[in-house]
């Protein structure tokens, strides 16, 4: 019998977030028929789990309902759509949030790095928020804009001050599927055409006419939707056709190459040739608008060429067209570098919509259009009973001053550059992570079978690192057509060292799986 020991080092990652240790290893061979054969595998101590960071914040402790009636009622008076979208396979029961943290109802923490699908802007709970809601509590919830109530016009001077000329008039929503609707009706009734083009893969929202604006089938029913919906390719620079190492406006590039000469991108001039070859087949001479979001959010933080939104509102407006930016996840600062992911592209839109971080969580959404297309839309009436509403304009309004107070542009400009870079580190280092992109904390990571299909990874692997992630103390989400994108989305108050800790534990979730492998 022949012994052979050595001392085994875990791979370097990151620098602190190494969690194998050294190990003596001993392997022991027997000489059968004159073949040496092994006889015990490579043993390893388990990896160290990451140290979560501390939080003095105390969460009052859950009395209420049994997880299990809490599930069964879910399960049988809930509609059957709550269960198919619940994360996990062993889901996790929130019961209170404080900025970046969340408390499932055994008191355990987790660090939200998805904020209620990019929802939670400023916080969960925020001080400033909370007492700007509890104040109007106490004076009014209530009233619609048939009376003339402060907090509506306060707020919408406060929001259109943010916005470019000619972008003056709002339109106050409870959501962004609301907000999208509104938008396709306003522009039907503007330019007196009906066809409206989206791209592949995009999401605006679930309501009937919203759903025809979204292209994901997942999000579809075999009955008519939106009736004039069309969709064009969508410029996909990493798993699309055509992709280079300098198309986006990222601090991270595709890992694909090019011979772009500076200052020209090949792959935007083939995406923008199917847009057109789309107007001159699909649509009638003259269309009605144009819908896209500055970085595809459930489609799974999609980034375009850098001139494909200019391009494409040029010949959009040639066909009649208004220009419509869905800001309801790029929106309010999350990109980091501006206020509005449009801005980032260097355009302006005819309408923007937004929600979700427009009040942190409160059910709010808004529409911003010329005072041109408002005045095509005053031919009739339109009314929101709760749209406006003075509890939503006052949670909305402490949301803008929170931002601009505490600085959160800017933290999520100089956090996101952190996590995309570490990401990409990673992304170097290991072969099922194809893509990482991004802006600020609008983050996406692509997993692959391998770097040169670019293929997705199975739901089954996907499903395997998301469930690791969580079970050491980290929320994220999913998304992209095929599941196969990790949505890195999280209140815009977290820190480096929530950065670093959400790194170790992704780090050693893919470890994990590669070693099932």
């Known amino acids: 019998m022949h012994k052979v020991c050595s001392r085994l080092h875990g791979p370097s990652v990151l620098g602190k977030t190494d969690s194998w240790k050294s190990v003596n290893v001993c392997v022991e061979f027997h000489k059968e028929g004159g073949v040496l054969r092994q006889k015990s595998a490579v043993k390893q101590t388990p990896p160290v789990p990451p140290q979560i960071p501390p939080c003095d914040y105390k969460p009052e402790p859950y009395q209420g309902m049994s997880k299990g009636r809490l599930l069964e009622i879910r399960k049988h008076n809930c509609n059957p759509m709550t269960m198919k979208v619940t994360y996990y396979k062993k889901p996790v029961f929130i019961n209170q949030g404080y900025m970046q943290w969340l408390w499932d109802v055994d008191g355990r923490r987790y660090l939200d790095f998805f904020a209620g699908v990019a929802t939670v802007s400023v916080g969960h709970c925020n001080p400033k928020v909370t007492q700007a809601a509890e104040k109007q509590l106490r004076r009014l919830w209530h009233t619609t804009p048939i009376y003339v109530y402060p907090q509506m016009q306060e707020y919408a001077e406060k929001l259109v001050s943010l916005l470019p000329d000619p972008l003056k008039v709002v339109y106050f929503t409870n959501s962004g599927s609301e907000a999208n609707d509104l938008a396709v009706l306003m522009a039907r009734l503007h330019t007196g055409n009906f066809d409206v083009i989206t791209l592949r893969g995009s999401y605006h929202g679930g309501s009937p006419q919203a759903t025809g604006l979204t292209s994901n089938a997942d999000y579809k029913y075999p009955i008519p939707s939106s009736l004039g919906c069309h969709n064009t390719m969508c410029p996909d620079v990493f798993s699309g056709l055509w992709g280079g190492s300098h198309c986006r406006d990222s601090p991270v590039q595709t890992i694909r190459e090019c011979s772009c000469s500076p200052g020209h991108c090949q792959a935007n001039d083939m995406y923008i040739s199917q847009l057109k070859e789309m107007l001159a087949t699909t649509v009638s001479n003259r269309i009605a608008a144009f819908f896209a979001e500055p970085i595809q959010g459930v489609g799974g933080a999609v980034q375009f060429p850098k001139n494909y939104l200019k391009d494409s509102y040029q010949l959009v407006r040639e066909k009649g067209g208004i220009c419509i930016a869905d800001e309801v996840q790029t929106g309010f600062g999350r990109t980091g570098s501006h206020f509005?992911?449009?801005?980032?592209?260097?355009?302006?839109?005819?309408?923007?919509?937004?929600?979700?971080?427009?009040?942190?969580?409160?059910?709010?959404?808004?529409?911003?259009?010329?005072?041109?297309?408002?005045?095509?839309?005053?031919?009739?009436?339109?009314?929101?009973?709760?749209?406006?509403?003075?509890?939503?304009?006052?949670?909305?309004?402490?949301?803008?001053?929170?931002?601009?107070?505490?600085?959160?542009?800017?933290?999520?400009?100089?956090?996101?550059?952190?996590?995309?870079?570490?990401?990409?580190?990673?992304?170097?280092?290991?072969?099922?992570?194809?893509?990482?992109?991004?802006?600020?904390?609008?983050?996406?990571?692509?997993?692959?079978k391998d770097k040169v299909t670019r293929d997705p990874l199975p739901r089954e692997a996907m499903a395997q690192i998301f469930e690791d992630t969580k079970d050491m103390g980290v929320l994220i989400g999913k998304g992209g057509l095929y599941g196969q994108t990790f949505r890195i989305k999280p209140p815009m108050c977290i820190t480096k060292d929530d950065a670093d800790f959400f790194l170790a534990v992704f780090n050693q979730a893919v470890l994990n799986y590669m070693e099932r492998r």
Not at 364 to 372: D, F, I, Q, R, Y
Not at 404 to 413: C, V, W
């Open 340 to 448: 509005w992911g449009f801005q980032g592209h260097n355009v302006i839109p005819d309408m923007v919509t937004m929600a979700k971080g427009i009040a942190n969580g409160f059910p709010m959404g808004a529409l911003v259009t010329t005072a041109e297309i408002a005045r095509s839309f005053a031919k009739g009436v339109h009314f929101n009973t709760f749209g406006g509403n003075p509890l939503a304009c006052a949670v909305a309004s402490s949301v803008l001053d929170t931002i601009k107070e505490d600085k959160m542009q800017e933290n999520s400009a100089d956090v996101g550059t952190y996590l995309l870079t570490e990401l990409a580190k990673l992304r170097d280092k290991y072969e099922i992570i194809g893509d990482v992109r991004g802006k600020g904390l609008q983050i996406g990571v692509e997993m692959v």
